[in-house]
């Protein structure tokens, strides 16, 4: 590790995914199954017709905000895959401000890098950029967001959030645990925040002790509610995303507001995917589902969210990344670009995880890959020898959603419950102190 630091392990990652990049074209030009992803094909067609001054909706399927295509003018004007260079790049950043993130926490730097070699060498990250998927923006901007509330910005951090959301809509999950940590300590001392930092996990630590201190540290987020960071990040965030919204209502209406946002909440795909409701939605897709039915499906994705914020809403890396596992494994739909989401957020906690590598960790990660890898193989049965294995393949979901659920209270099991900031003032000394 003495010879390798951050700059040599975001130059090699770079080199990689411009090799990746020019592969993927020859292979494009050679081989039946293309390396490029559907979907940037589809934000390609967007753009080009934006750049043409037409509405991006003329291309069916795309369900993304205009903003995205209007990134991807460049593929029509300078070379059809400035897509994949610019998604990449965001996967660079992606690392960078892991260790930034990570560092400012005080992290010794050898366990900051592993952490972002957990995001930059991991085959299923780094090809997700380099095959024209979008998600790489979506973590950099998530990190960036973090890394300006570490460092008291506010208004640039709800500003952020506000377009963050706009954008793409599940980030919307991160803004409960956002304002609680707005509290008012949050810039007692000062214009930045102060951080609770790494130190050593000592193995006589009781794996049940971030209970306790979970339920005390969002017991006195609540005490004091309309803190001027709260207003402040609520209205900034929701006026850019007002604004934003409006912007291209008033551009491309009712079609945009349908297309990018409505969908997402209402979304019935009847084909395969990773979750448990892609049958049910397959045997009825004829059946016009209502309102009530379409969104029934976010009760239990709801009753997680709110547990889950409620118990670690101060560790706010962790909360965030059981908020989007959760949110994702019990989703109408879920696709392995969603796995992204929640992958970027996996280097932030692993510093104060007691799972050891050699036991629990590679435990957690065959359970999870192998219950994928059976998904994956009755869904090539299904997709390209045309087998009908719909049940085997609804069960193998099943067990994915477990595999799920077991890798979640395995990974709160062995945190160490760590508050991003420090709580100053801890409520339960005001309490002593006026019964006094």
Not at 229 to 251: D, K, N
Not at 257 to 284: G, M, V
Not at 378 to 401: D, H, P, R
Not at 402 to 421: E, K
């Amino acid at each position: 590790m003495k010879l390798l630091n951050i700059h040599t392990l975001l130059l090699f990652s770079a080199i990689f995914r411009l090799i990746l990049i020019m592969y993927g074209e020859w292979q494009d030009a050679h081989l039946e199954v293309r390396y490029t992803d559907v979907d940037y094909i589809v934000f390609s067609d967007a753009a080009a017709l934006m750049a043409s001054g037409q509405s991006p909706y003329k291309r069916t399927t795309y369900r993304y905000s205009p903003l995205l295509a209007l990134l991807l003018t460049p593929n029509s004007i300078i070379h059809h895959s400035w897509g994949k260079f610019f998604f990449s790049t965001s996967d660079l950043l992606v690392g960078l401000f892991i260790h930034n993130i990570l560092k400012q926490r005080e992290v010794p730097e050898v366990l900051c890098l592993y952490s972002v070699m957990l995001w930059l060498l991991n085959p299923f990250t780094f090809t997700i950029g380099t095959r024209g998927n979008c998600e790489p923006i979506v973590c950099a901007m998530v990190l960036w967001i973090f890394i300006c509330l570490m460092n008291g910005k506010v208004i640039q951090a709800a500003t952020w959030y506000g377009l963050l959301v706009h954008f793409r809509i599940y980030p919307i999950i991160y803004a409960l645990p956002i304002i609680l940590c707005l509290d008012r300590q949050f810039l007692q001392y000062g214009q930045k925040p102060l951080l609770m930092n790494w130190k050593p996990i000592q193995n006589k630590t009781h794996q049940y002790g971030m209970k306790f201190s979970s339920q005390y540290n969002v017991s006195a987020a609540l005490r004091d509610v309309f803190t001027k960071e709260r207003i402040m990040f609520g209205l900034v965030s929701g006026t850019v995303f007002i604004l934003c919204t409006a912007l291209f209502f008033y551009m491309y209406g009712w079609e945009f507001l349908n297309e990018a946002l409505l969908y997402h909440l209402t979304r019935t795909d009847p084909r395969h995917n990773f979750s448990i409701y892609f049958y049910h939605l397959y045997l009825h897709y004829e059946h016009e589902f209502s309102l009530m039915e379409k969104l029934f499906s976010f009760i239990p994705q709801l009753i997680i969210q709110v547990v889950f914020v409620c118990c670690f809403a101060q560790d706010l890396p962790f909360c965030t990344f059981l908020q989007t596992m959760a949110f994702v494994a019990f989703n109408k739909v879920i696709t392995a670009q969603y796995f992204v989401w929640f992958f970027c957020l996996l280097p932030l906690i692993l510093p104060w995880s007691k799972m050891k590598l050699k036991w629990e960790g590679i435990y957690c990660m065959l359970l999870w890959i192998g219950a994928q890898t059976h998904w994956l193989m009755w869904g090539y049965l299904l997709e390209f020898k045309g087998k009908n294995v719909l049940i085997q393949l609804w069960l193998a979901s099943l067990v994915f959603m477990v595999a799920n659920t077991i890798v979640l209270i395995m990974f709160i099991r062995g945190h160490r419950y760590s508050p991003m900031f420090k709580q100053l003032q801890p409520a339960i000394s005001r309490n002593v102190v006026k019964s006094e």
